[in-house]
């Protein structure tokens, strides 16, 4: 159905509860879609938990450059003011204006640049390069359906215009790249120093940059002092 044809003959919508978000009444497809477009949200909720319980410099600076997008696409929304499609049709949406989409450029800032991490920062240190490589692709898939789902229900909710959510995705994979360099070239080489400030040690901030394989790194010593620690309480039973 054209645009012109859904804002004249717009359907009930029905809110998901707390969000706000909404969708056709009935619409089983635009339910699925509702859900999916709070991935964002699930996505900044993820990033806070991250920094209160691992507090790690480069988490630390993903989550700026987040907020950083999100302070871009406000300026943007503002510079450009173009409306949102079928004003009027949603009862609550807290921007009045439509471009670029927010939900479609934090989603693709946020893809882009774990797209960067996965195959310029994080590199493997054992043998299993086939494995490796395997799972980065499954991954990167992954984030790629994740983020053209987010960006189609927003179309099909009809809070935003395709070129909307285009100019969005633009402007989130620029500046996605623009901050993983930023971040490789000016701000990695500080986190040592970051990380030994007297307030850091205090937060237990840890700079893992010279890690390659943090997950790796992580188990291993883990594993390993989980058995020193049993192998001394059985000493002591003895």
């Known amino acids: 159905m054209a645009l012109e044809e859904q804002c004249s003959a717009p ?8 969000t706000h978000v909404e969708f056709p009444e009935g ?35 993903f989550f700026i450059g987040v907020l950083l ?4 696409n406000w300026v943007l929304k503002h510079i450009l003011r173009e409306p949102r499609p079928c004003a009027g049709a949603h009862t609550t949406v807290y921007a009045e ?15 882009v640049y774990f797209f960067l991490f996965l195959y310029l920062r994080m590199h493997q240190t054992n043998n299993a390069r086939c494995v490796d490589l395997l799972w980065r692709h499954i ?57 030994a400030w007297p307030i850091s040690e205090y937060f237990l901030v840890r700079d893992t940059s010279l890690i390659p394989n943090i997950l790796w790194f992580e188990y291993t010593v883990t594993r390993s002092e989980a058995r020193n620690r049993q192998r001394k309480l059985g000493t002591k039973l003895q």
């Open 11 to 18: 359907p009930r919508w029905q809110a998901i509860s707390v």
């Open 27 to 61: 619409d089983l497809t635009g339910k699925l879609l509702a859900y999916i477009s709070l991935l964002p949200v699930a996505i900044l909720v993820g990033f806070v938990t991250l920094i209160v319980f691992k507090r790690e410099l480069h988490t630390i600076s």
């Open 69 to 72: 997008n999100e302070g871009v």
């Open 97 to 111: 204006y439509g471009m670029p989409s927010n939900h479609s450029q934090l989603i693709w800032f946020f893809v």
């Open 139 to 195: 991954l990167s898939i992954i984030l790629l359906g994740m983020a053209s789902f987010v960006s189609y229900s927003r179309v099909y909710l009809l809070y935003h215009t395709w070129s909307q959510i285009f100019y969005g995705a633009v402007a989130g994979s620029t500046m996605a790249i623009i901050w993983f360099f930023f971040t490789q070239e000016v701000l990695t080489p500080l986190f040592p120093k970051i990380a």
